[in-house]
């Protein structure tokens, strides 16, 4: 592989060669993921980043089994056991939630899934991808910066919204208000229209224009001038507003919220985690808009780097297996290369190109920065 990997974690170089030295077996890694299937191109992604992250490490004993989930839960299961026959203990993957179930059967095996979601995982699992604790922590402190304190959150009425309450519980975040909306567009106009009191301000201003009208002031005509260019008059409540949602779903809220005379202007548009979504340079009136993220810069070399290697381009995912190559490695190199329970339950920093983890009791945090989609730009705040 000619490609020079210019960006590398810190993980890597904290390990002390001689430790592995006195090592005498092999080092066995299991890798979950679809690599047939309609999710082919996700596995095989994540594939070649866990050999990139390998090539990193450049030592022999350390040695990755990828095994074809076909995206199922009943073959993940079937090729867990077969890896777990052989004595492989540490896995990467699965890469989906819902091929989870009946992994705690495997007790003495550990699972770092590329999953975000926490609840309800088998106690063996330990989630790895960006969470939406991670995530609240970091607009925690983007609330801190701004003086922010009468945040509205928006969640949707989707099967993640147990995991938005969690994180909302266990970060201590502070919010004026929680709202749920119905993702159906003919619904979600009206339900915004209710939590931001559109009505009530659309009928402030119309009684404000007849006060106007019927009154004696010596700059009335200016006034009413001013008046009839608004759409409504009077505060929401918020400074800020929090939406738990993506993609088109995401620019349907926001859309409602301009139309119910609710601007990134004066109230501070937030989303969660957006892996810098180029589509969102389009929606120029909901600008800005800011979200937590990994770091942006590692990100953009980890893509040039992996399209030198594959030509092709990989998938978030791949990012969050690189890091946990280097992970698993690390955390081995501290027990003697002995695969035990205090590995993933000892609390421990690192940091990989996607920034900082935090690990302990089976949990990992990523300590995410913050950007700000504004002129066709992904400006950092933090």
Do not use: C
């Not at 939406?132 to 402190?141: D, G, V």
């Not at 990994?294 to 990989?314: A, L, R, T, W």
């Amino acid at each position: 592989m000619k490609a020079d990997i210019k960006f590398f974690l810190v993980i890597f170089f904290l390990v002390v060669s001689t430790k592995f030295a006195n090592a005498n077996s092999e080092i066995k890694i299991g890798l979950l993921a679809p690599f047939s299937g309609e999710f082919k191109d996700v596995g095989n992604s994540v594939f070649g980043s866990a050999r990139i992250a390998l090539n990193k490490i450049n030592n022999d004993n350390i040695n990755i089994l990828p095994r074809d989930t076909k995206g199922k839960n009943l073959e993940t299961l079937k090729q867990v056991e077969q890896l777990y026959i052989e004595g492989v203990r540490i896995f990467i993957g699965p890469v989906f939630n819902k091929n989870l179930k009946g992994l705690e059967k495997f007790q003495d095996a550990y699972f770092l899934s590329l999953t975000n979601k926490i609840l309800n995982n088998p106690k063996n699992v330990i989630s790895a991808g960006i969470n939406a604790r991670s995530q609240f922590n970091a607009i925690k402190k983007y609330q801190k910066i701004n003086k922010l304190k009468k945040t509205l959150i928006l969640i949707p009425k989707k099967d993640y919204k147990e995991e938005i309450e969690q994180a909302i519980k266990e970060t201590k975040f502070k919010a004026k208000k929680v709202f749920y909306y119905d993702i159906e567009p003919t619904k979600l106009t009206k339900q915004i229209e209710k939590v931001t009191k559109y009505e009530i301000r659309k009928k402030n201003l119309e009684e404000e224009i007849k006060r106007v009208e019927n009154s004696d002031e010596n700059n009335k005509e200016k006034k009413l001038e001013d008046l009839n260019k608004r759409d409504t008059l009077g505060k929401i409540g918020y400074d800020s507003v929090v939406i738990a949602d993506f993609d088109e779903s995401l620019k349907s809220v926001t859309t409602s919220l301009l139309y119910t005379d609710v601007s990134p202007k004066n109230i501070s548009f937030i989303s969660l985690n957006q892996w810098f979504d180029e589509t969102l340079f389009r929606e120029t009136a909901s600008q800005p808009i800011s979200f937590p993220s990994v770091n942006k810069e590692n990100f953009d070399q980890f893509q040039i780097s992996f399209k030198e290697f594959y030509d092709y381009d990989p998938n978030q995912l791949s990012l969050i297996t690189y890091d946990l190559v280097g992970l698993v490695y690390y955390l081995l190199s501290q027990n003697n290369f002995e695969v035990s329970d205090k590995i993933f339950r000892k609390e421990n920093r690192f940091k990989g190109i996607s920034g900082i983890f935090q690990i302990k009791n089976k949990k990992i945090n990523h300590e995410l920065n913050f950007y700000s989609v504004y002129n066709g730009s992904f400006i950092k705040i933090f």
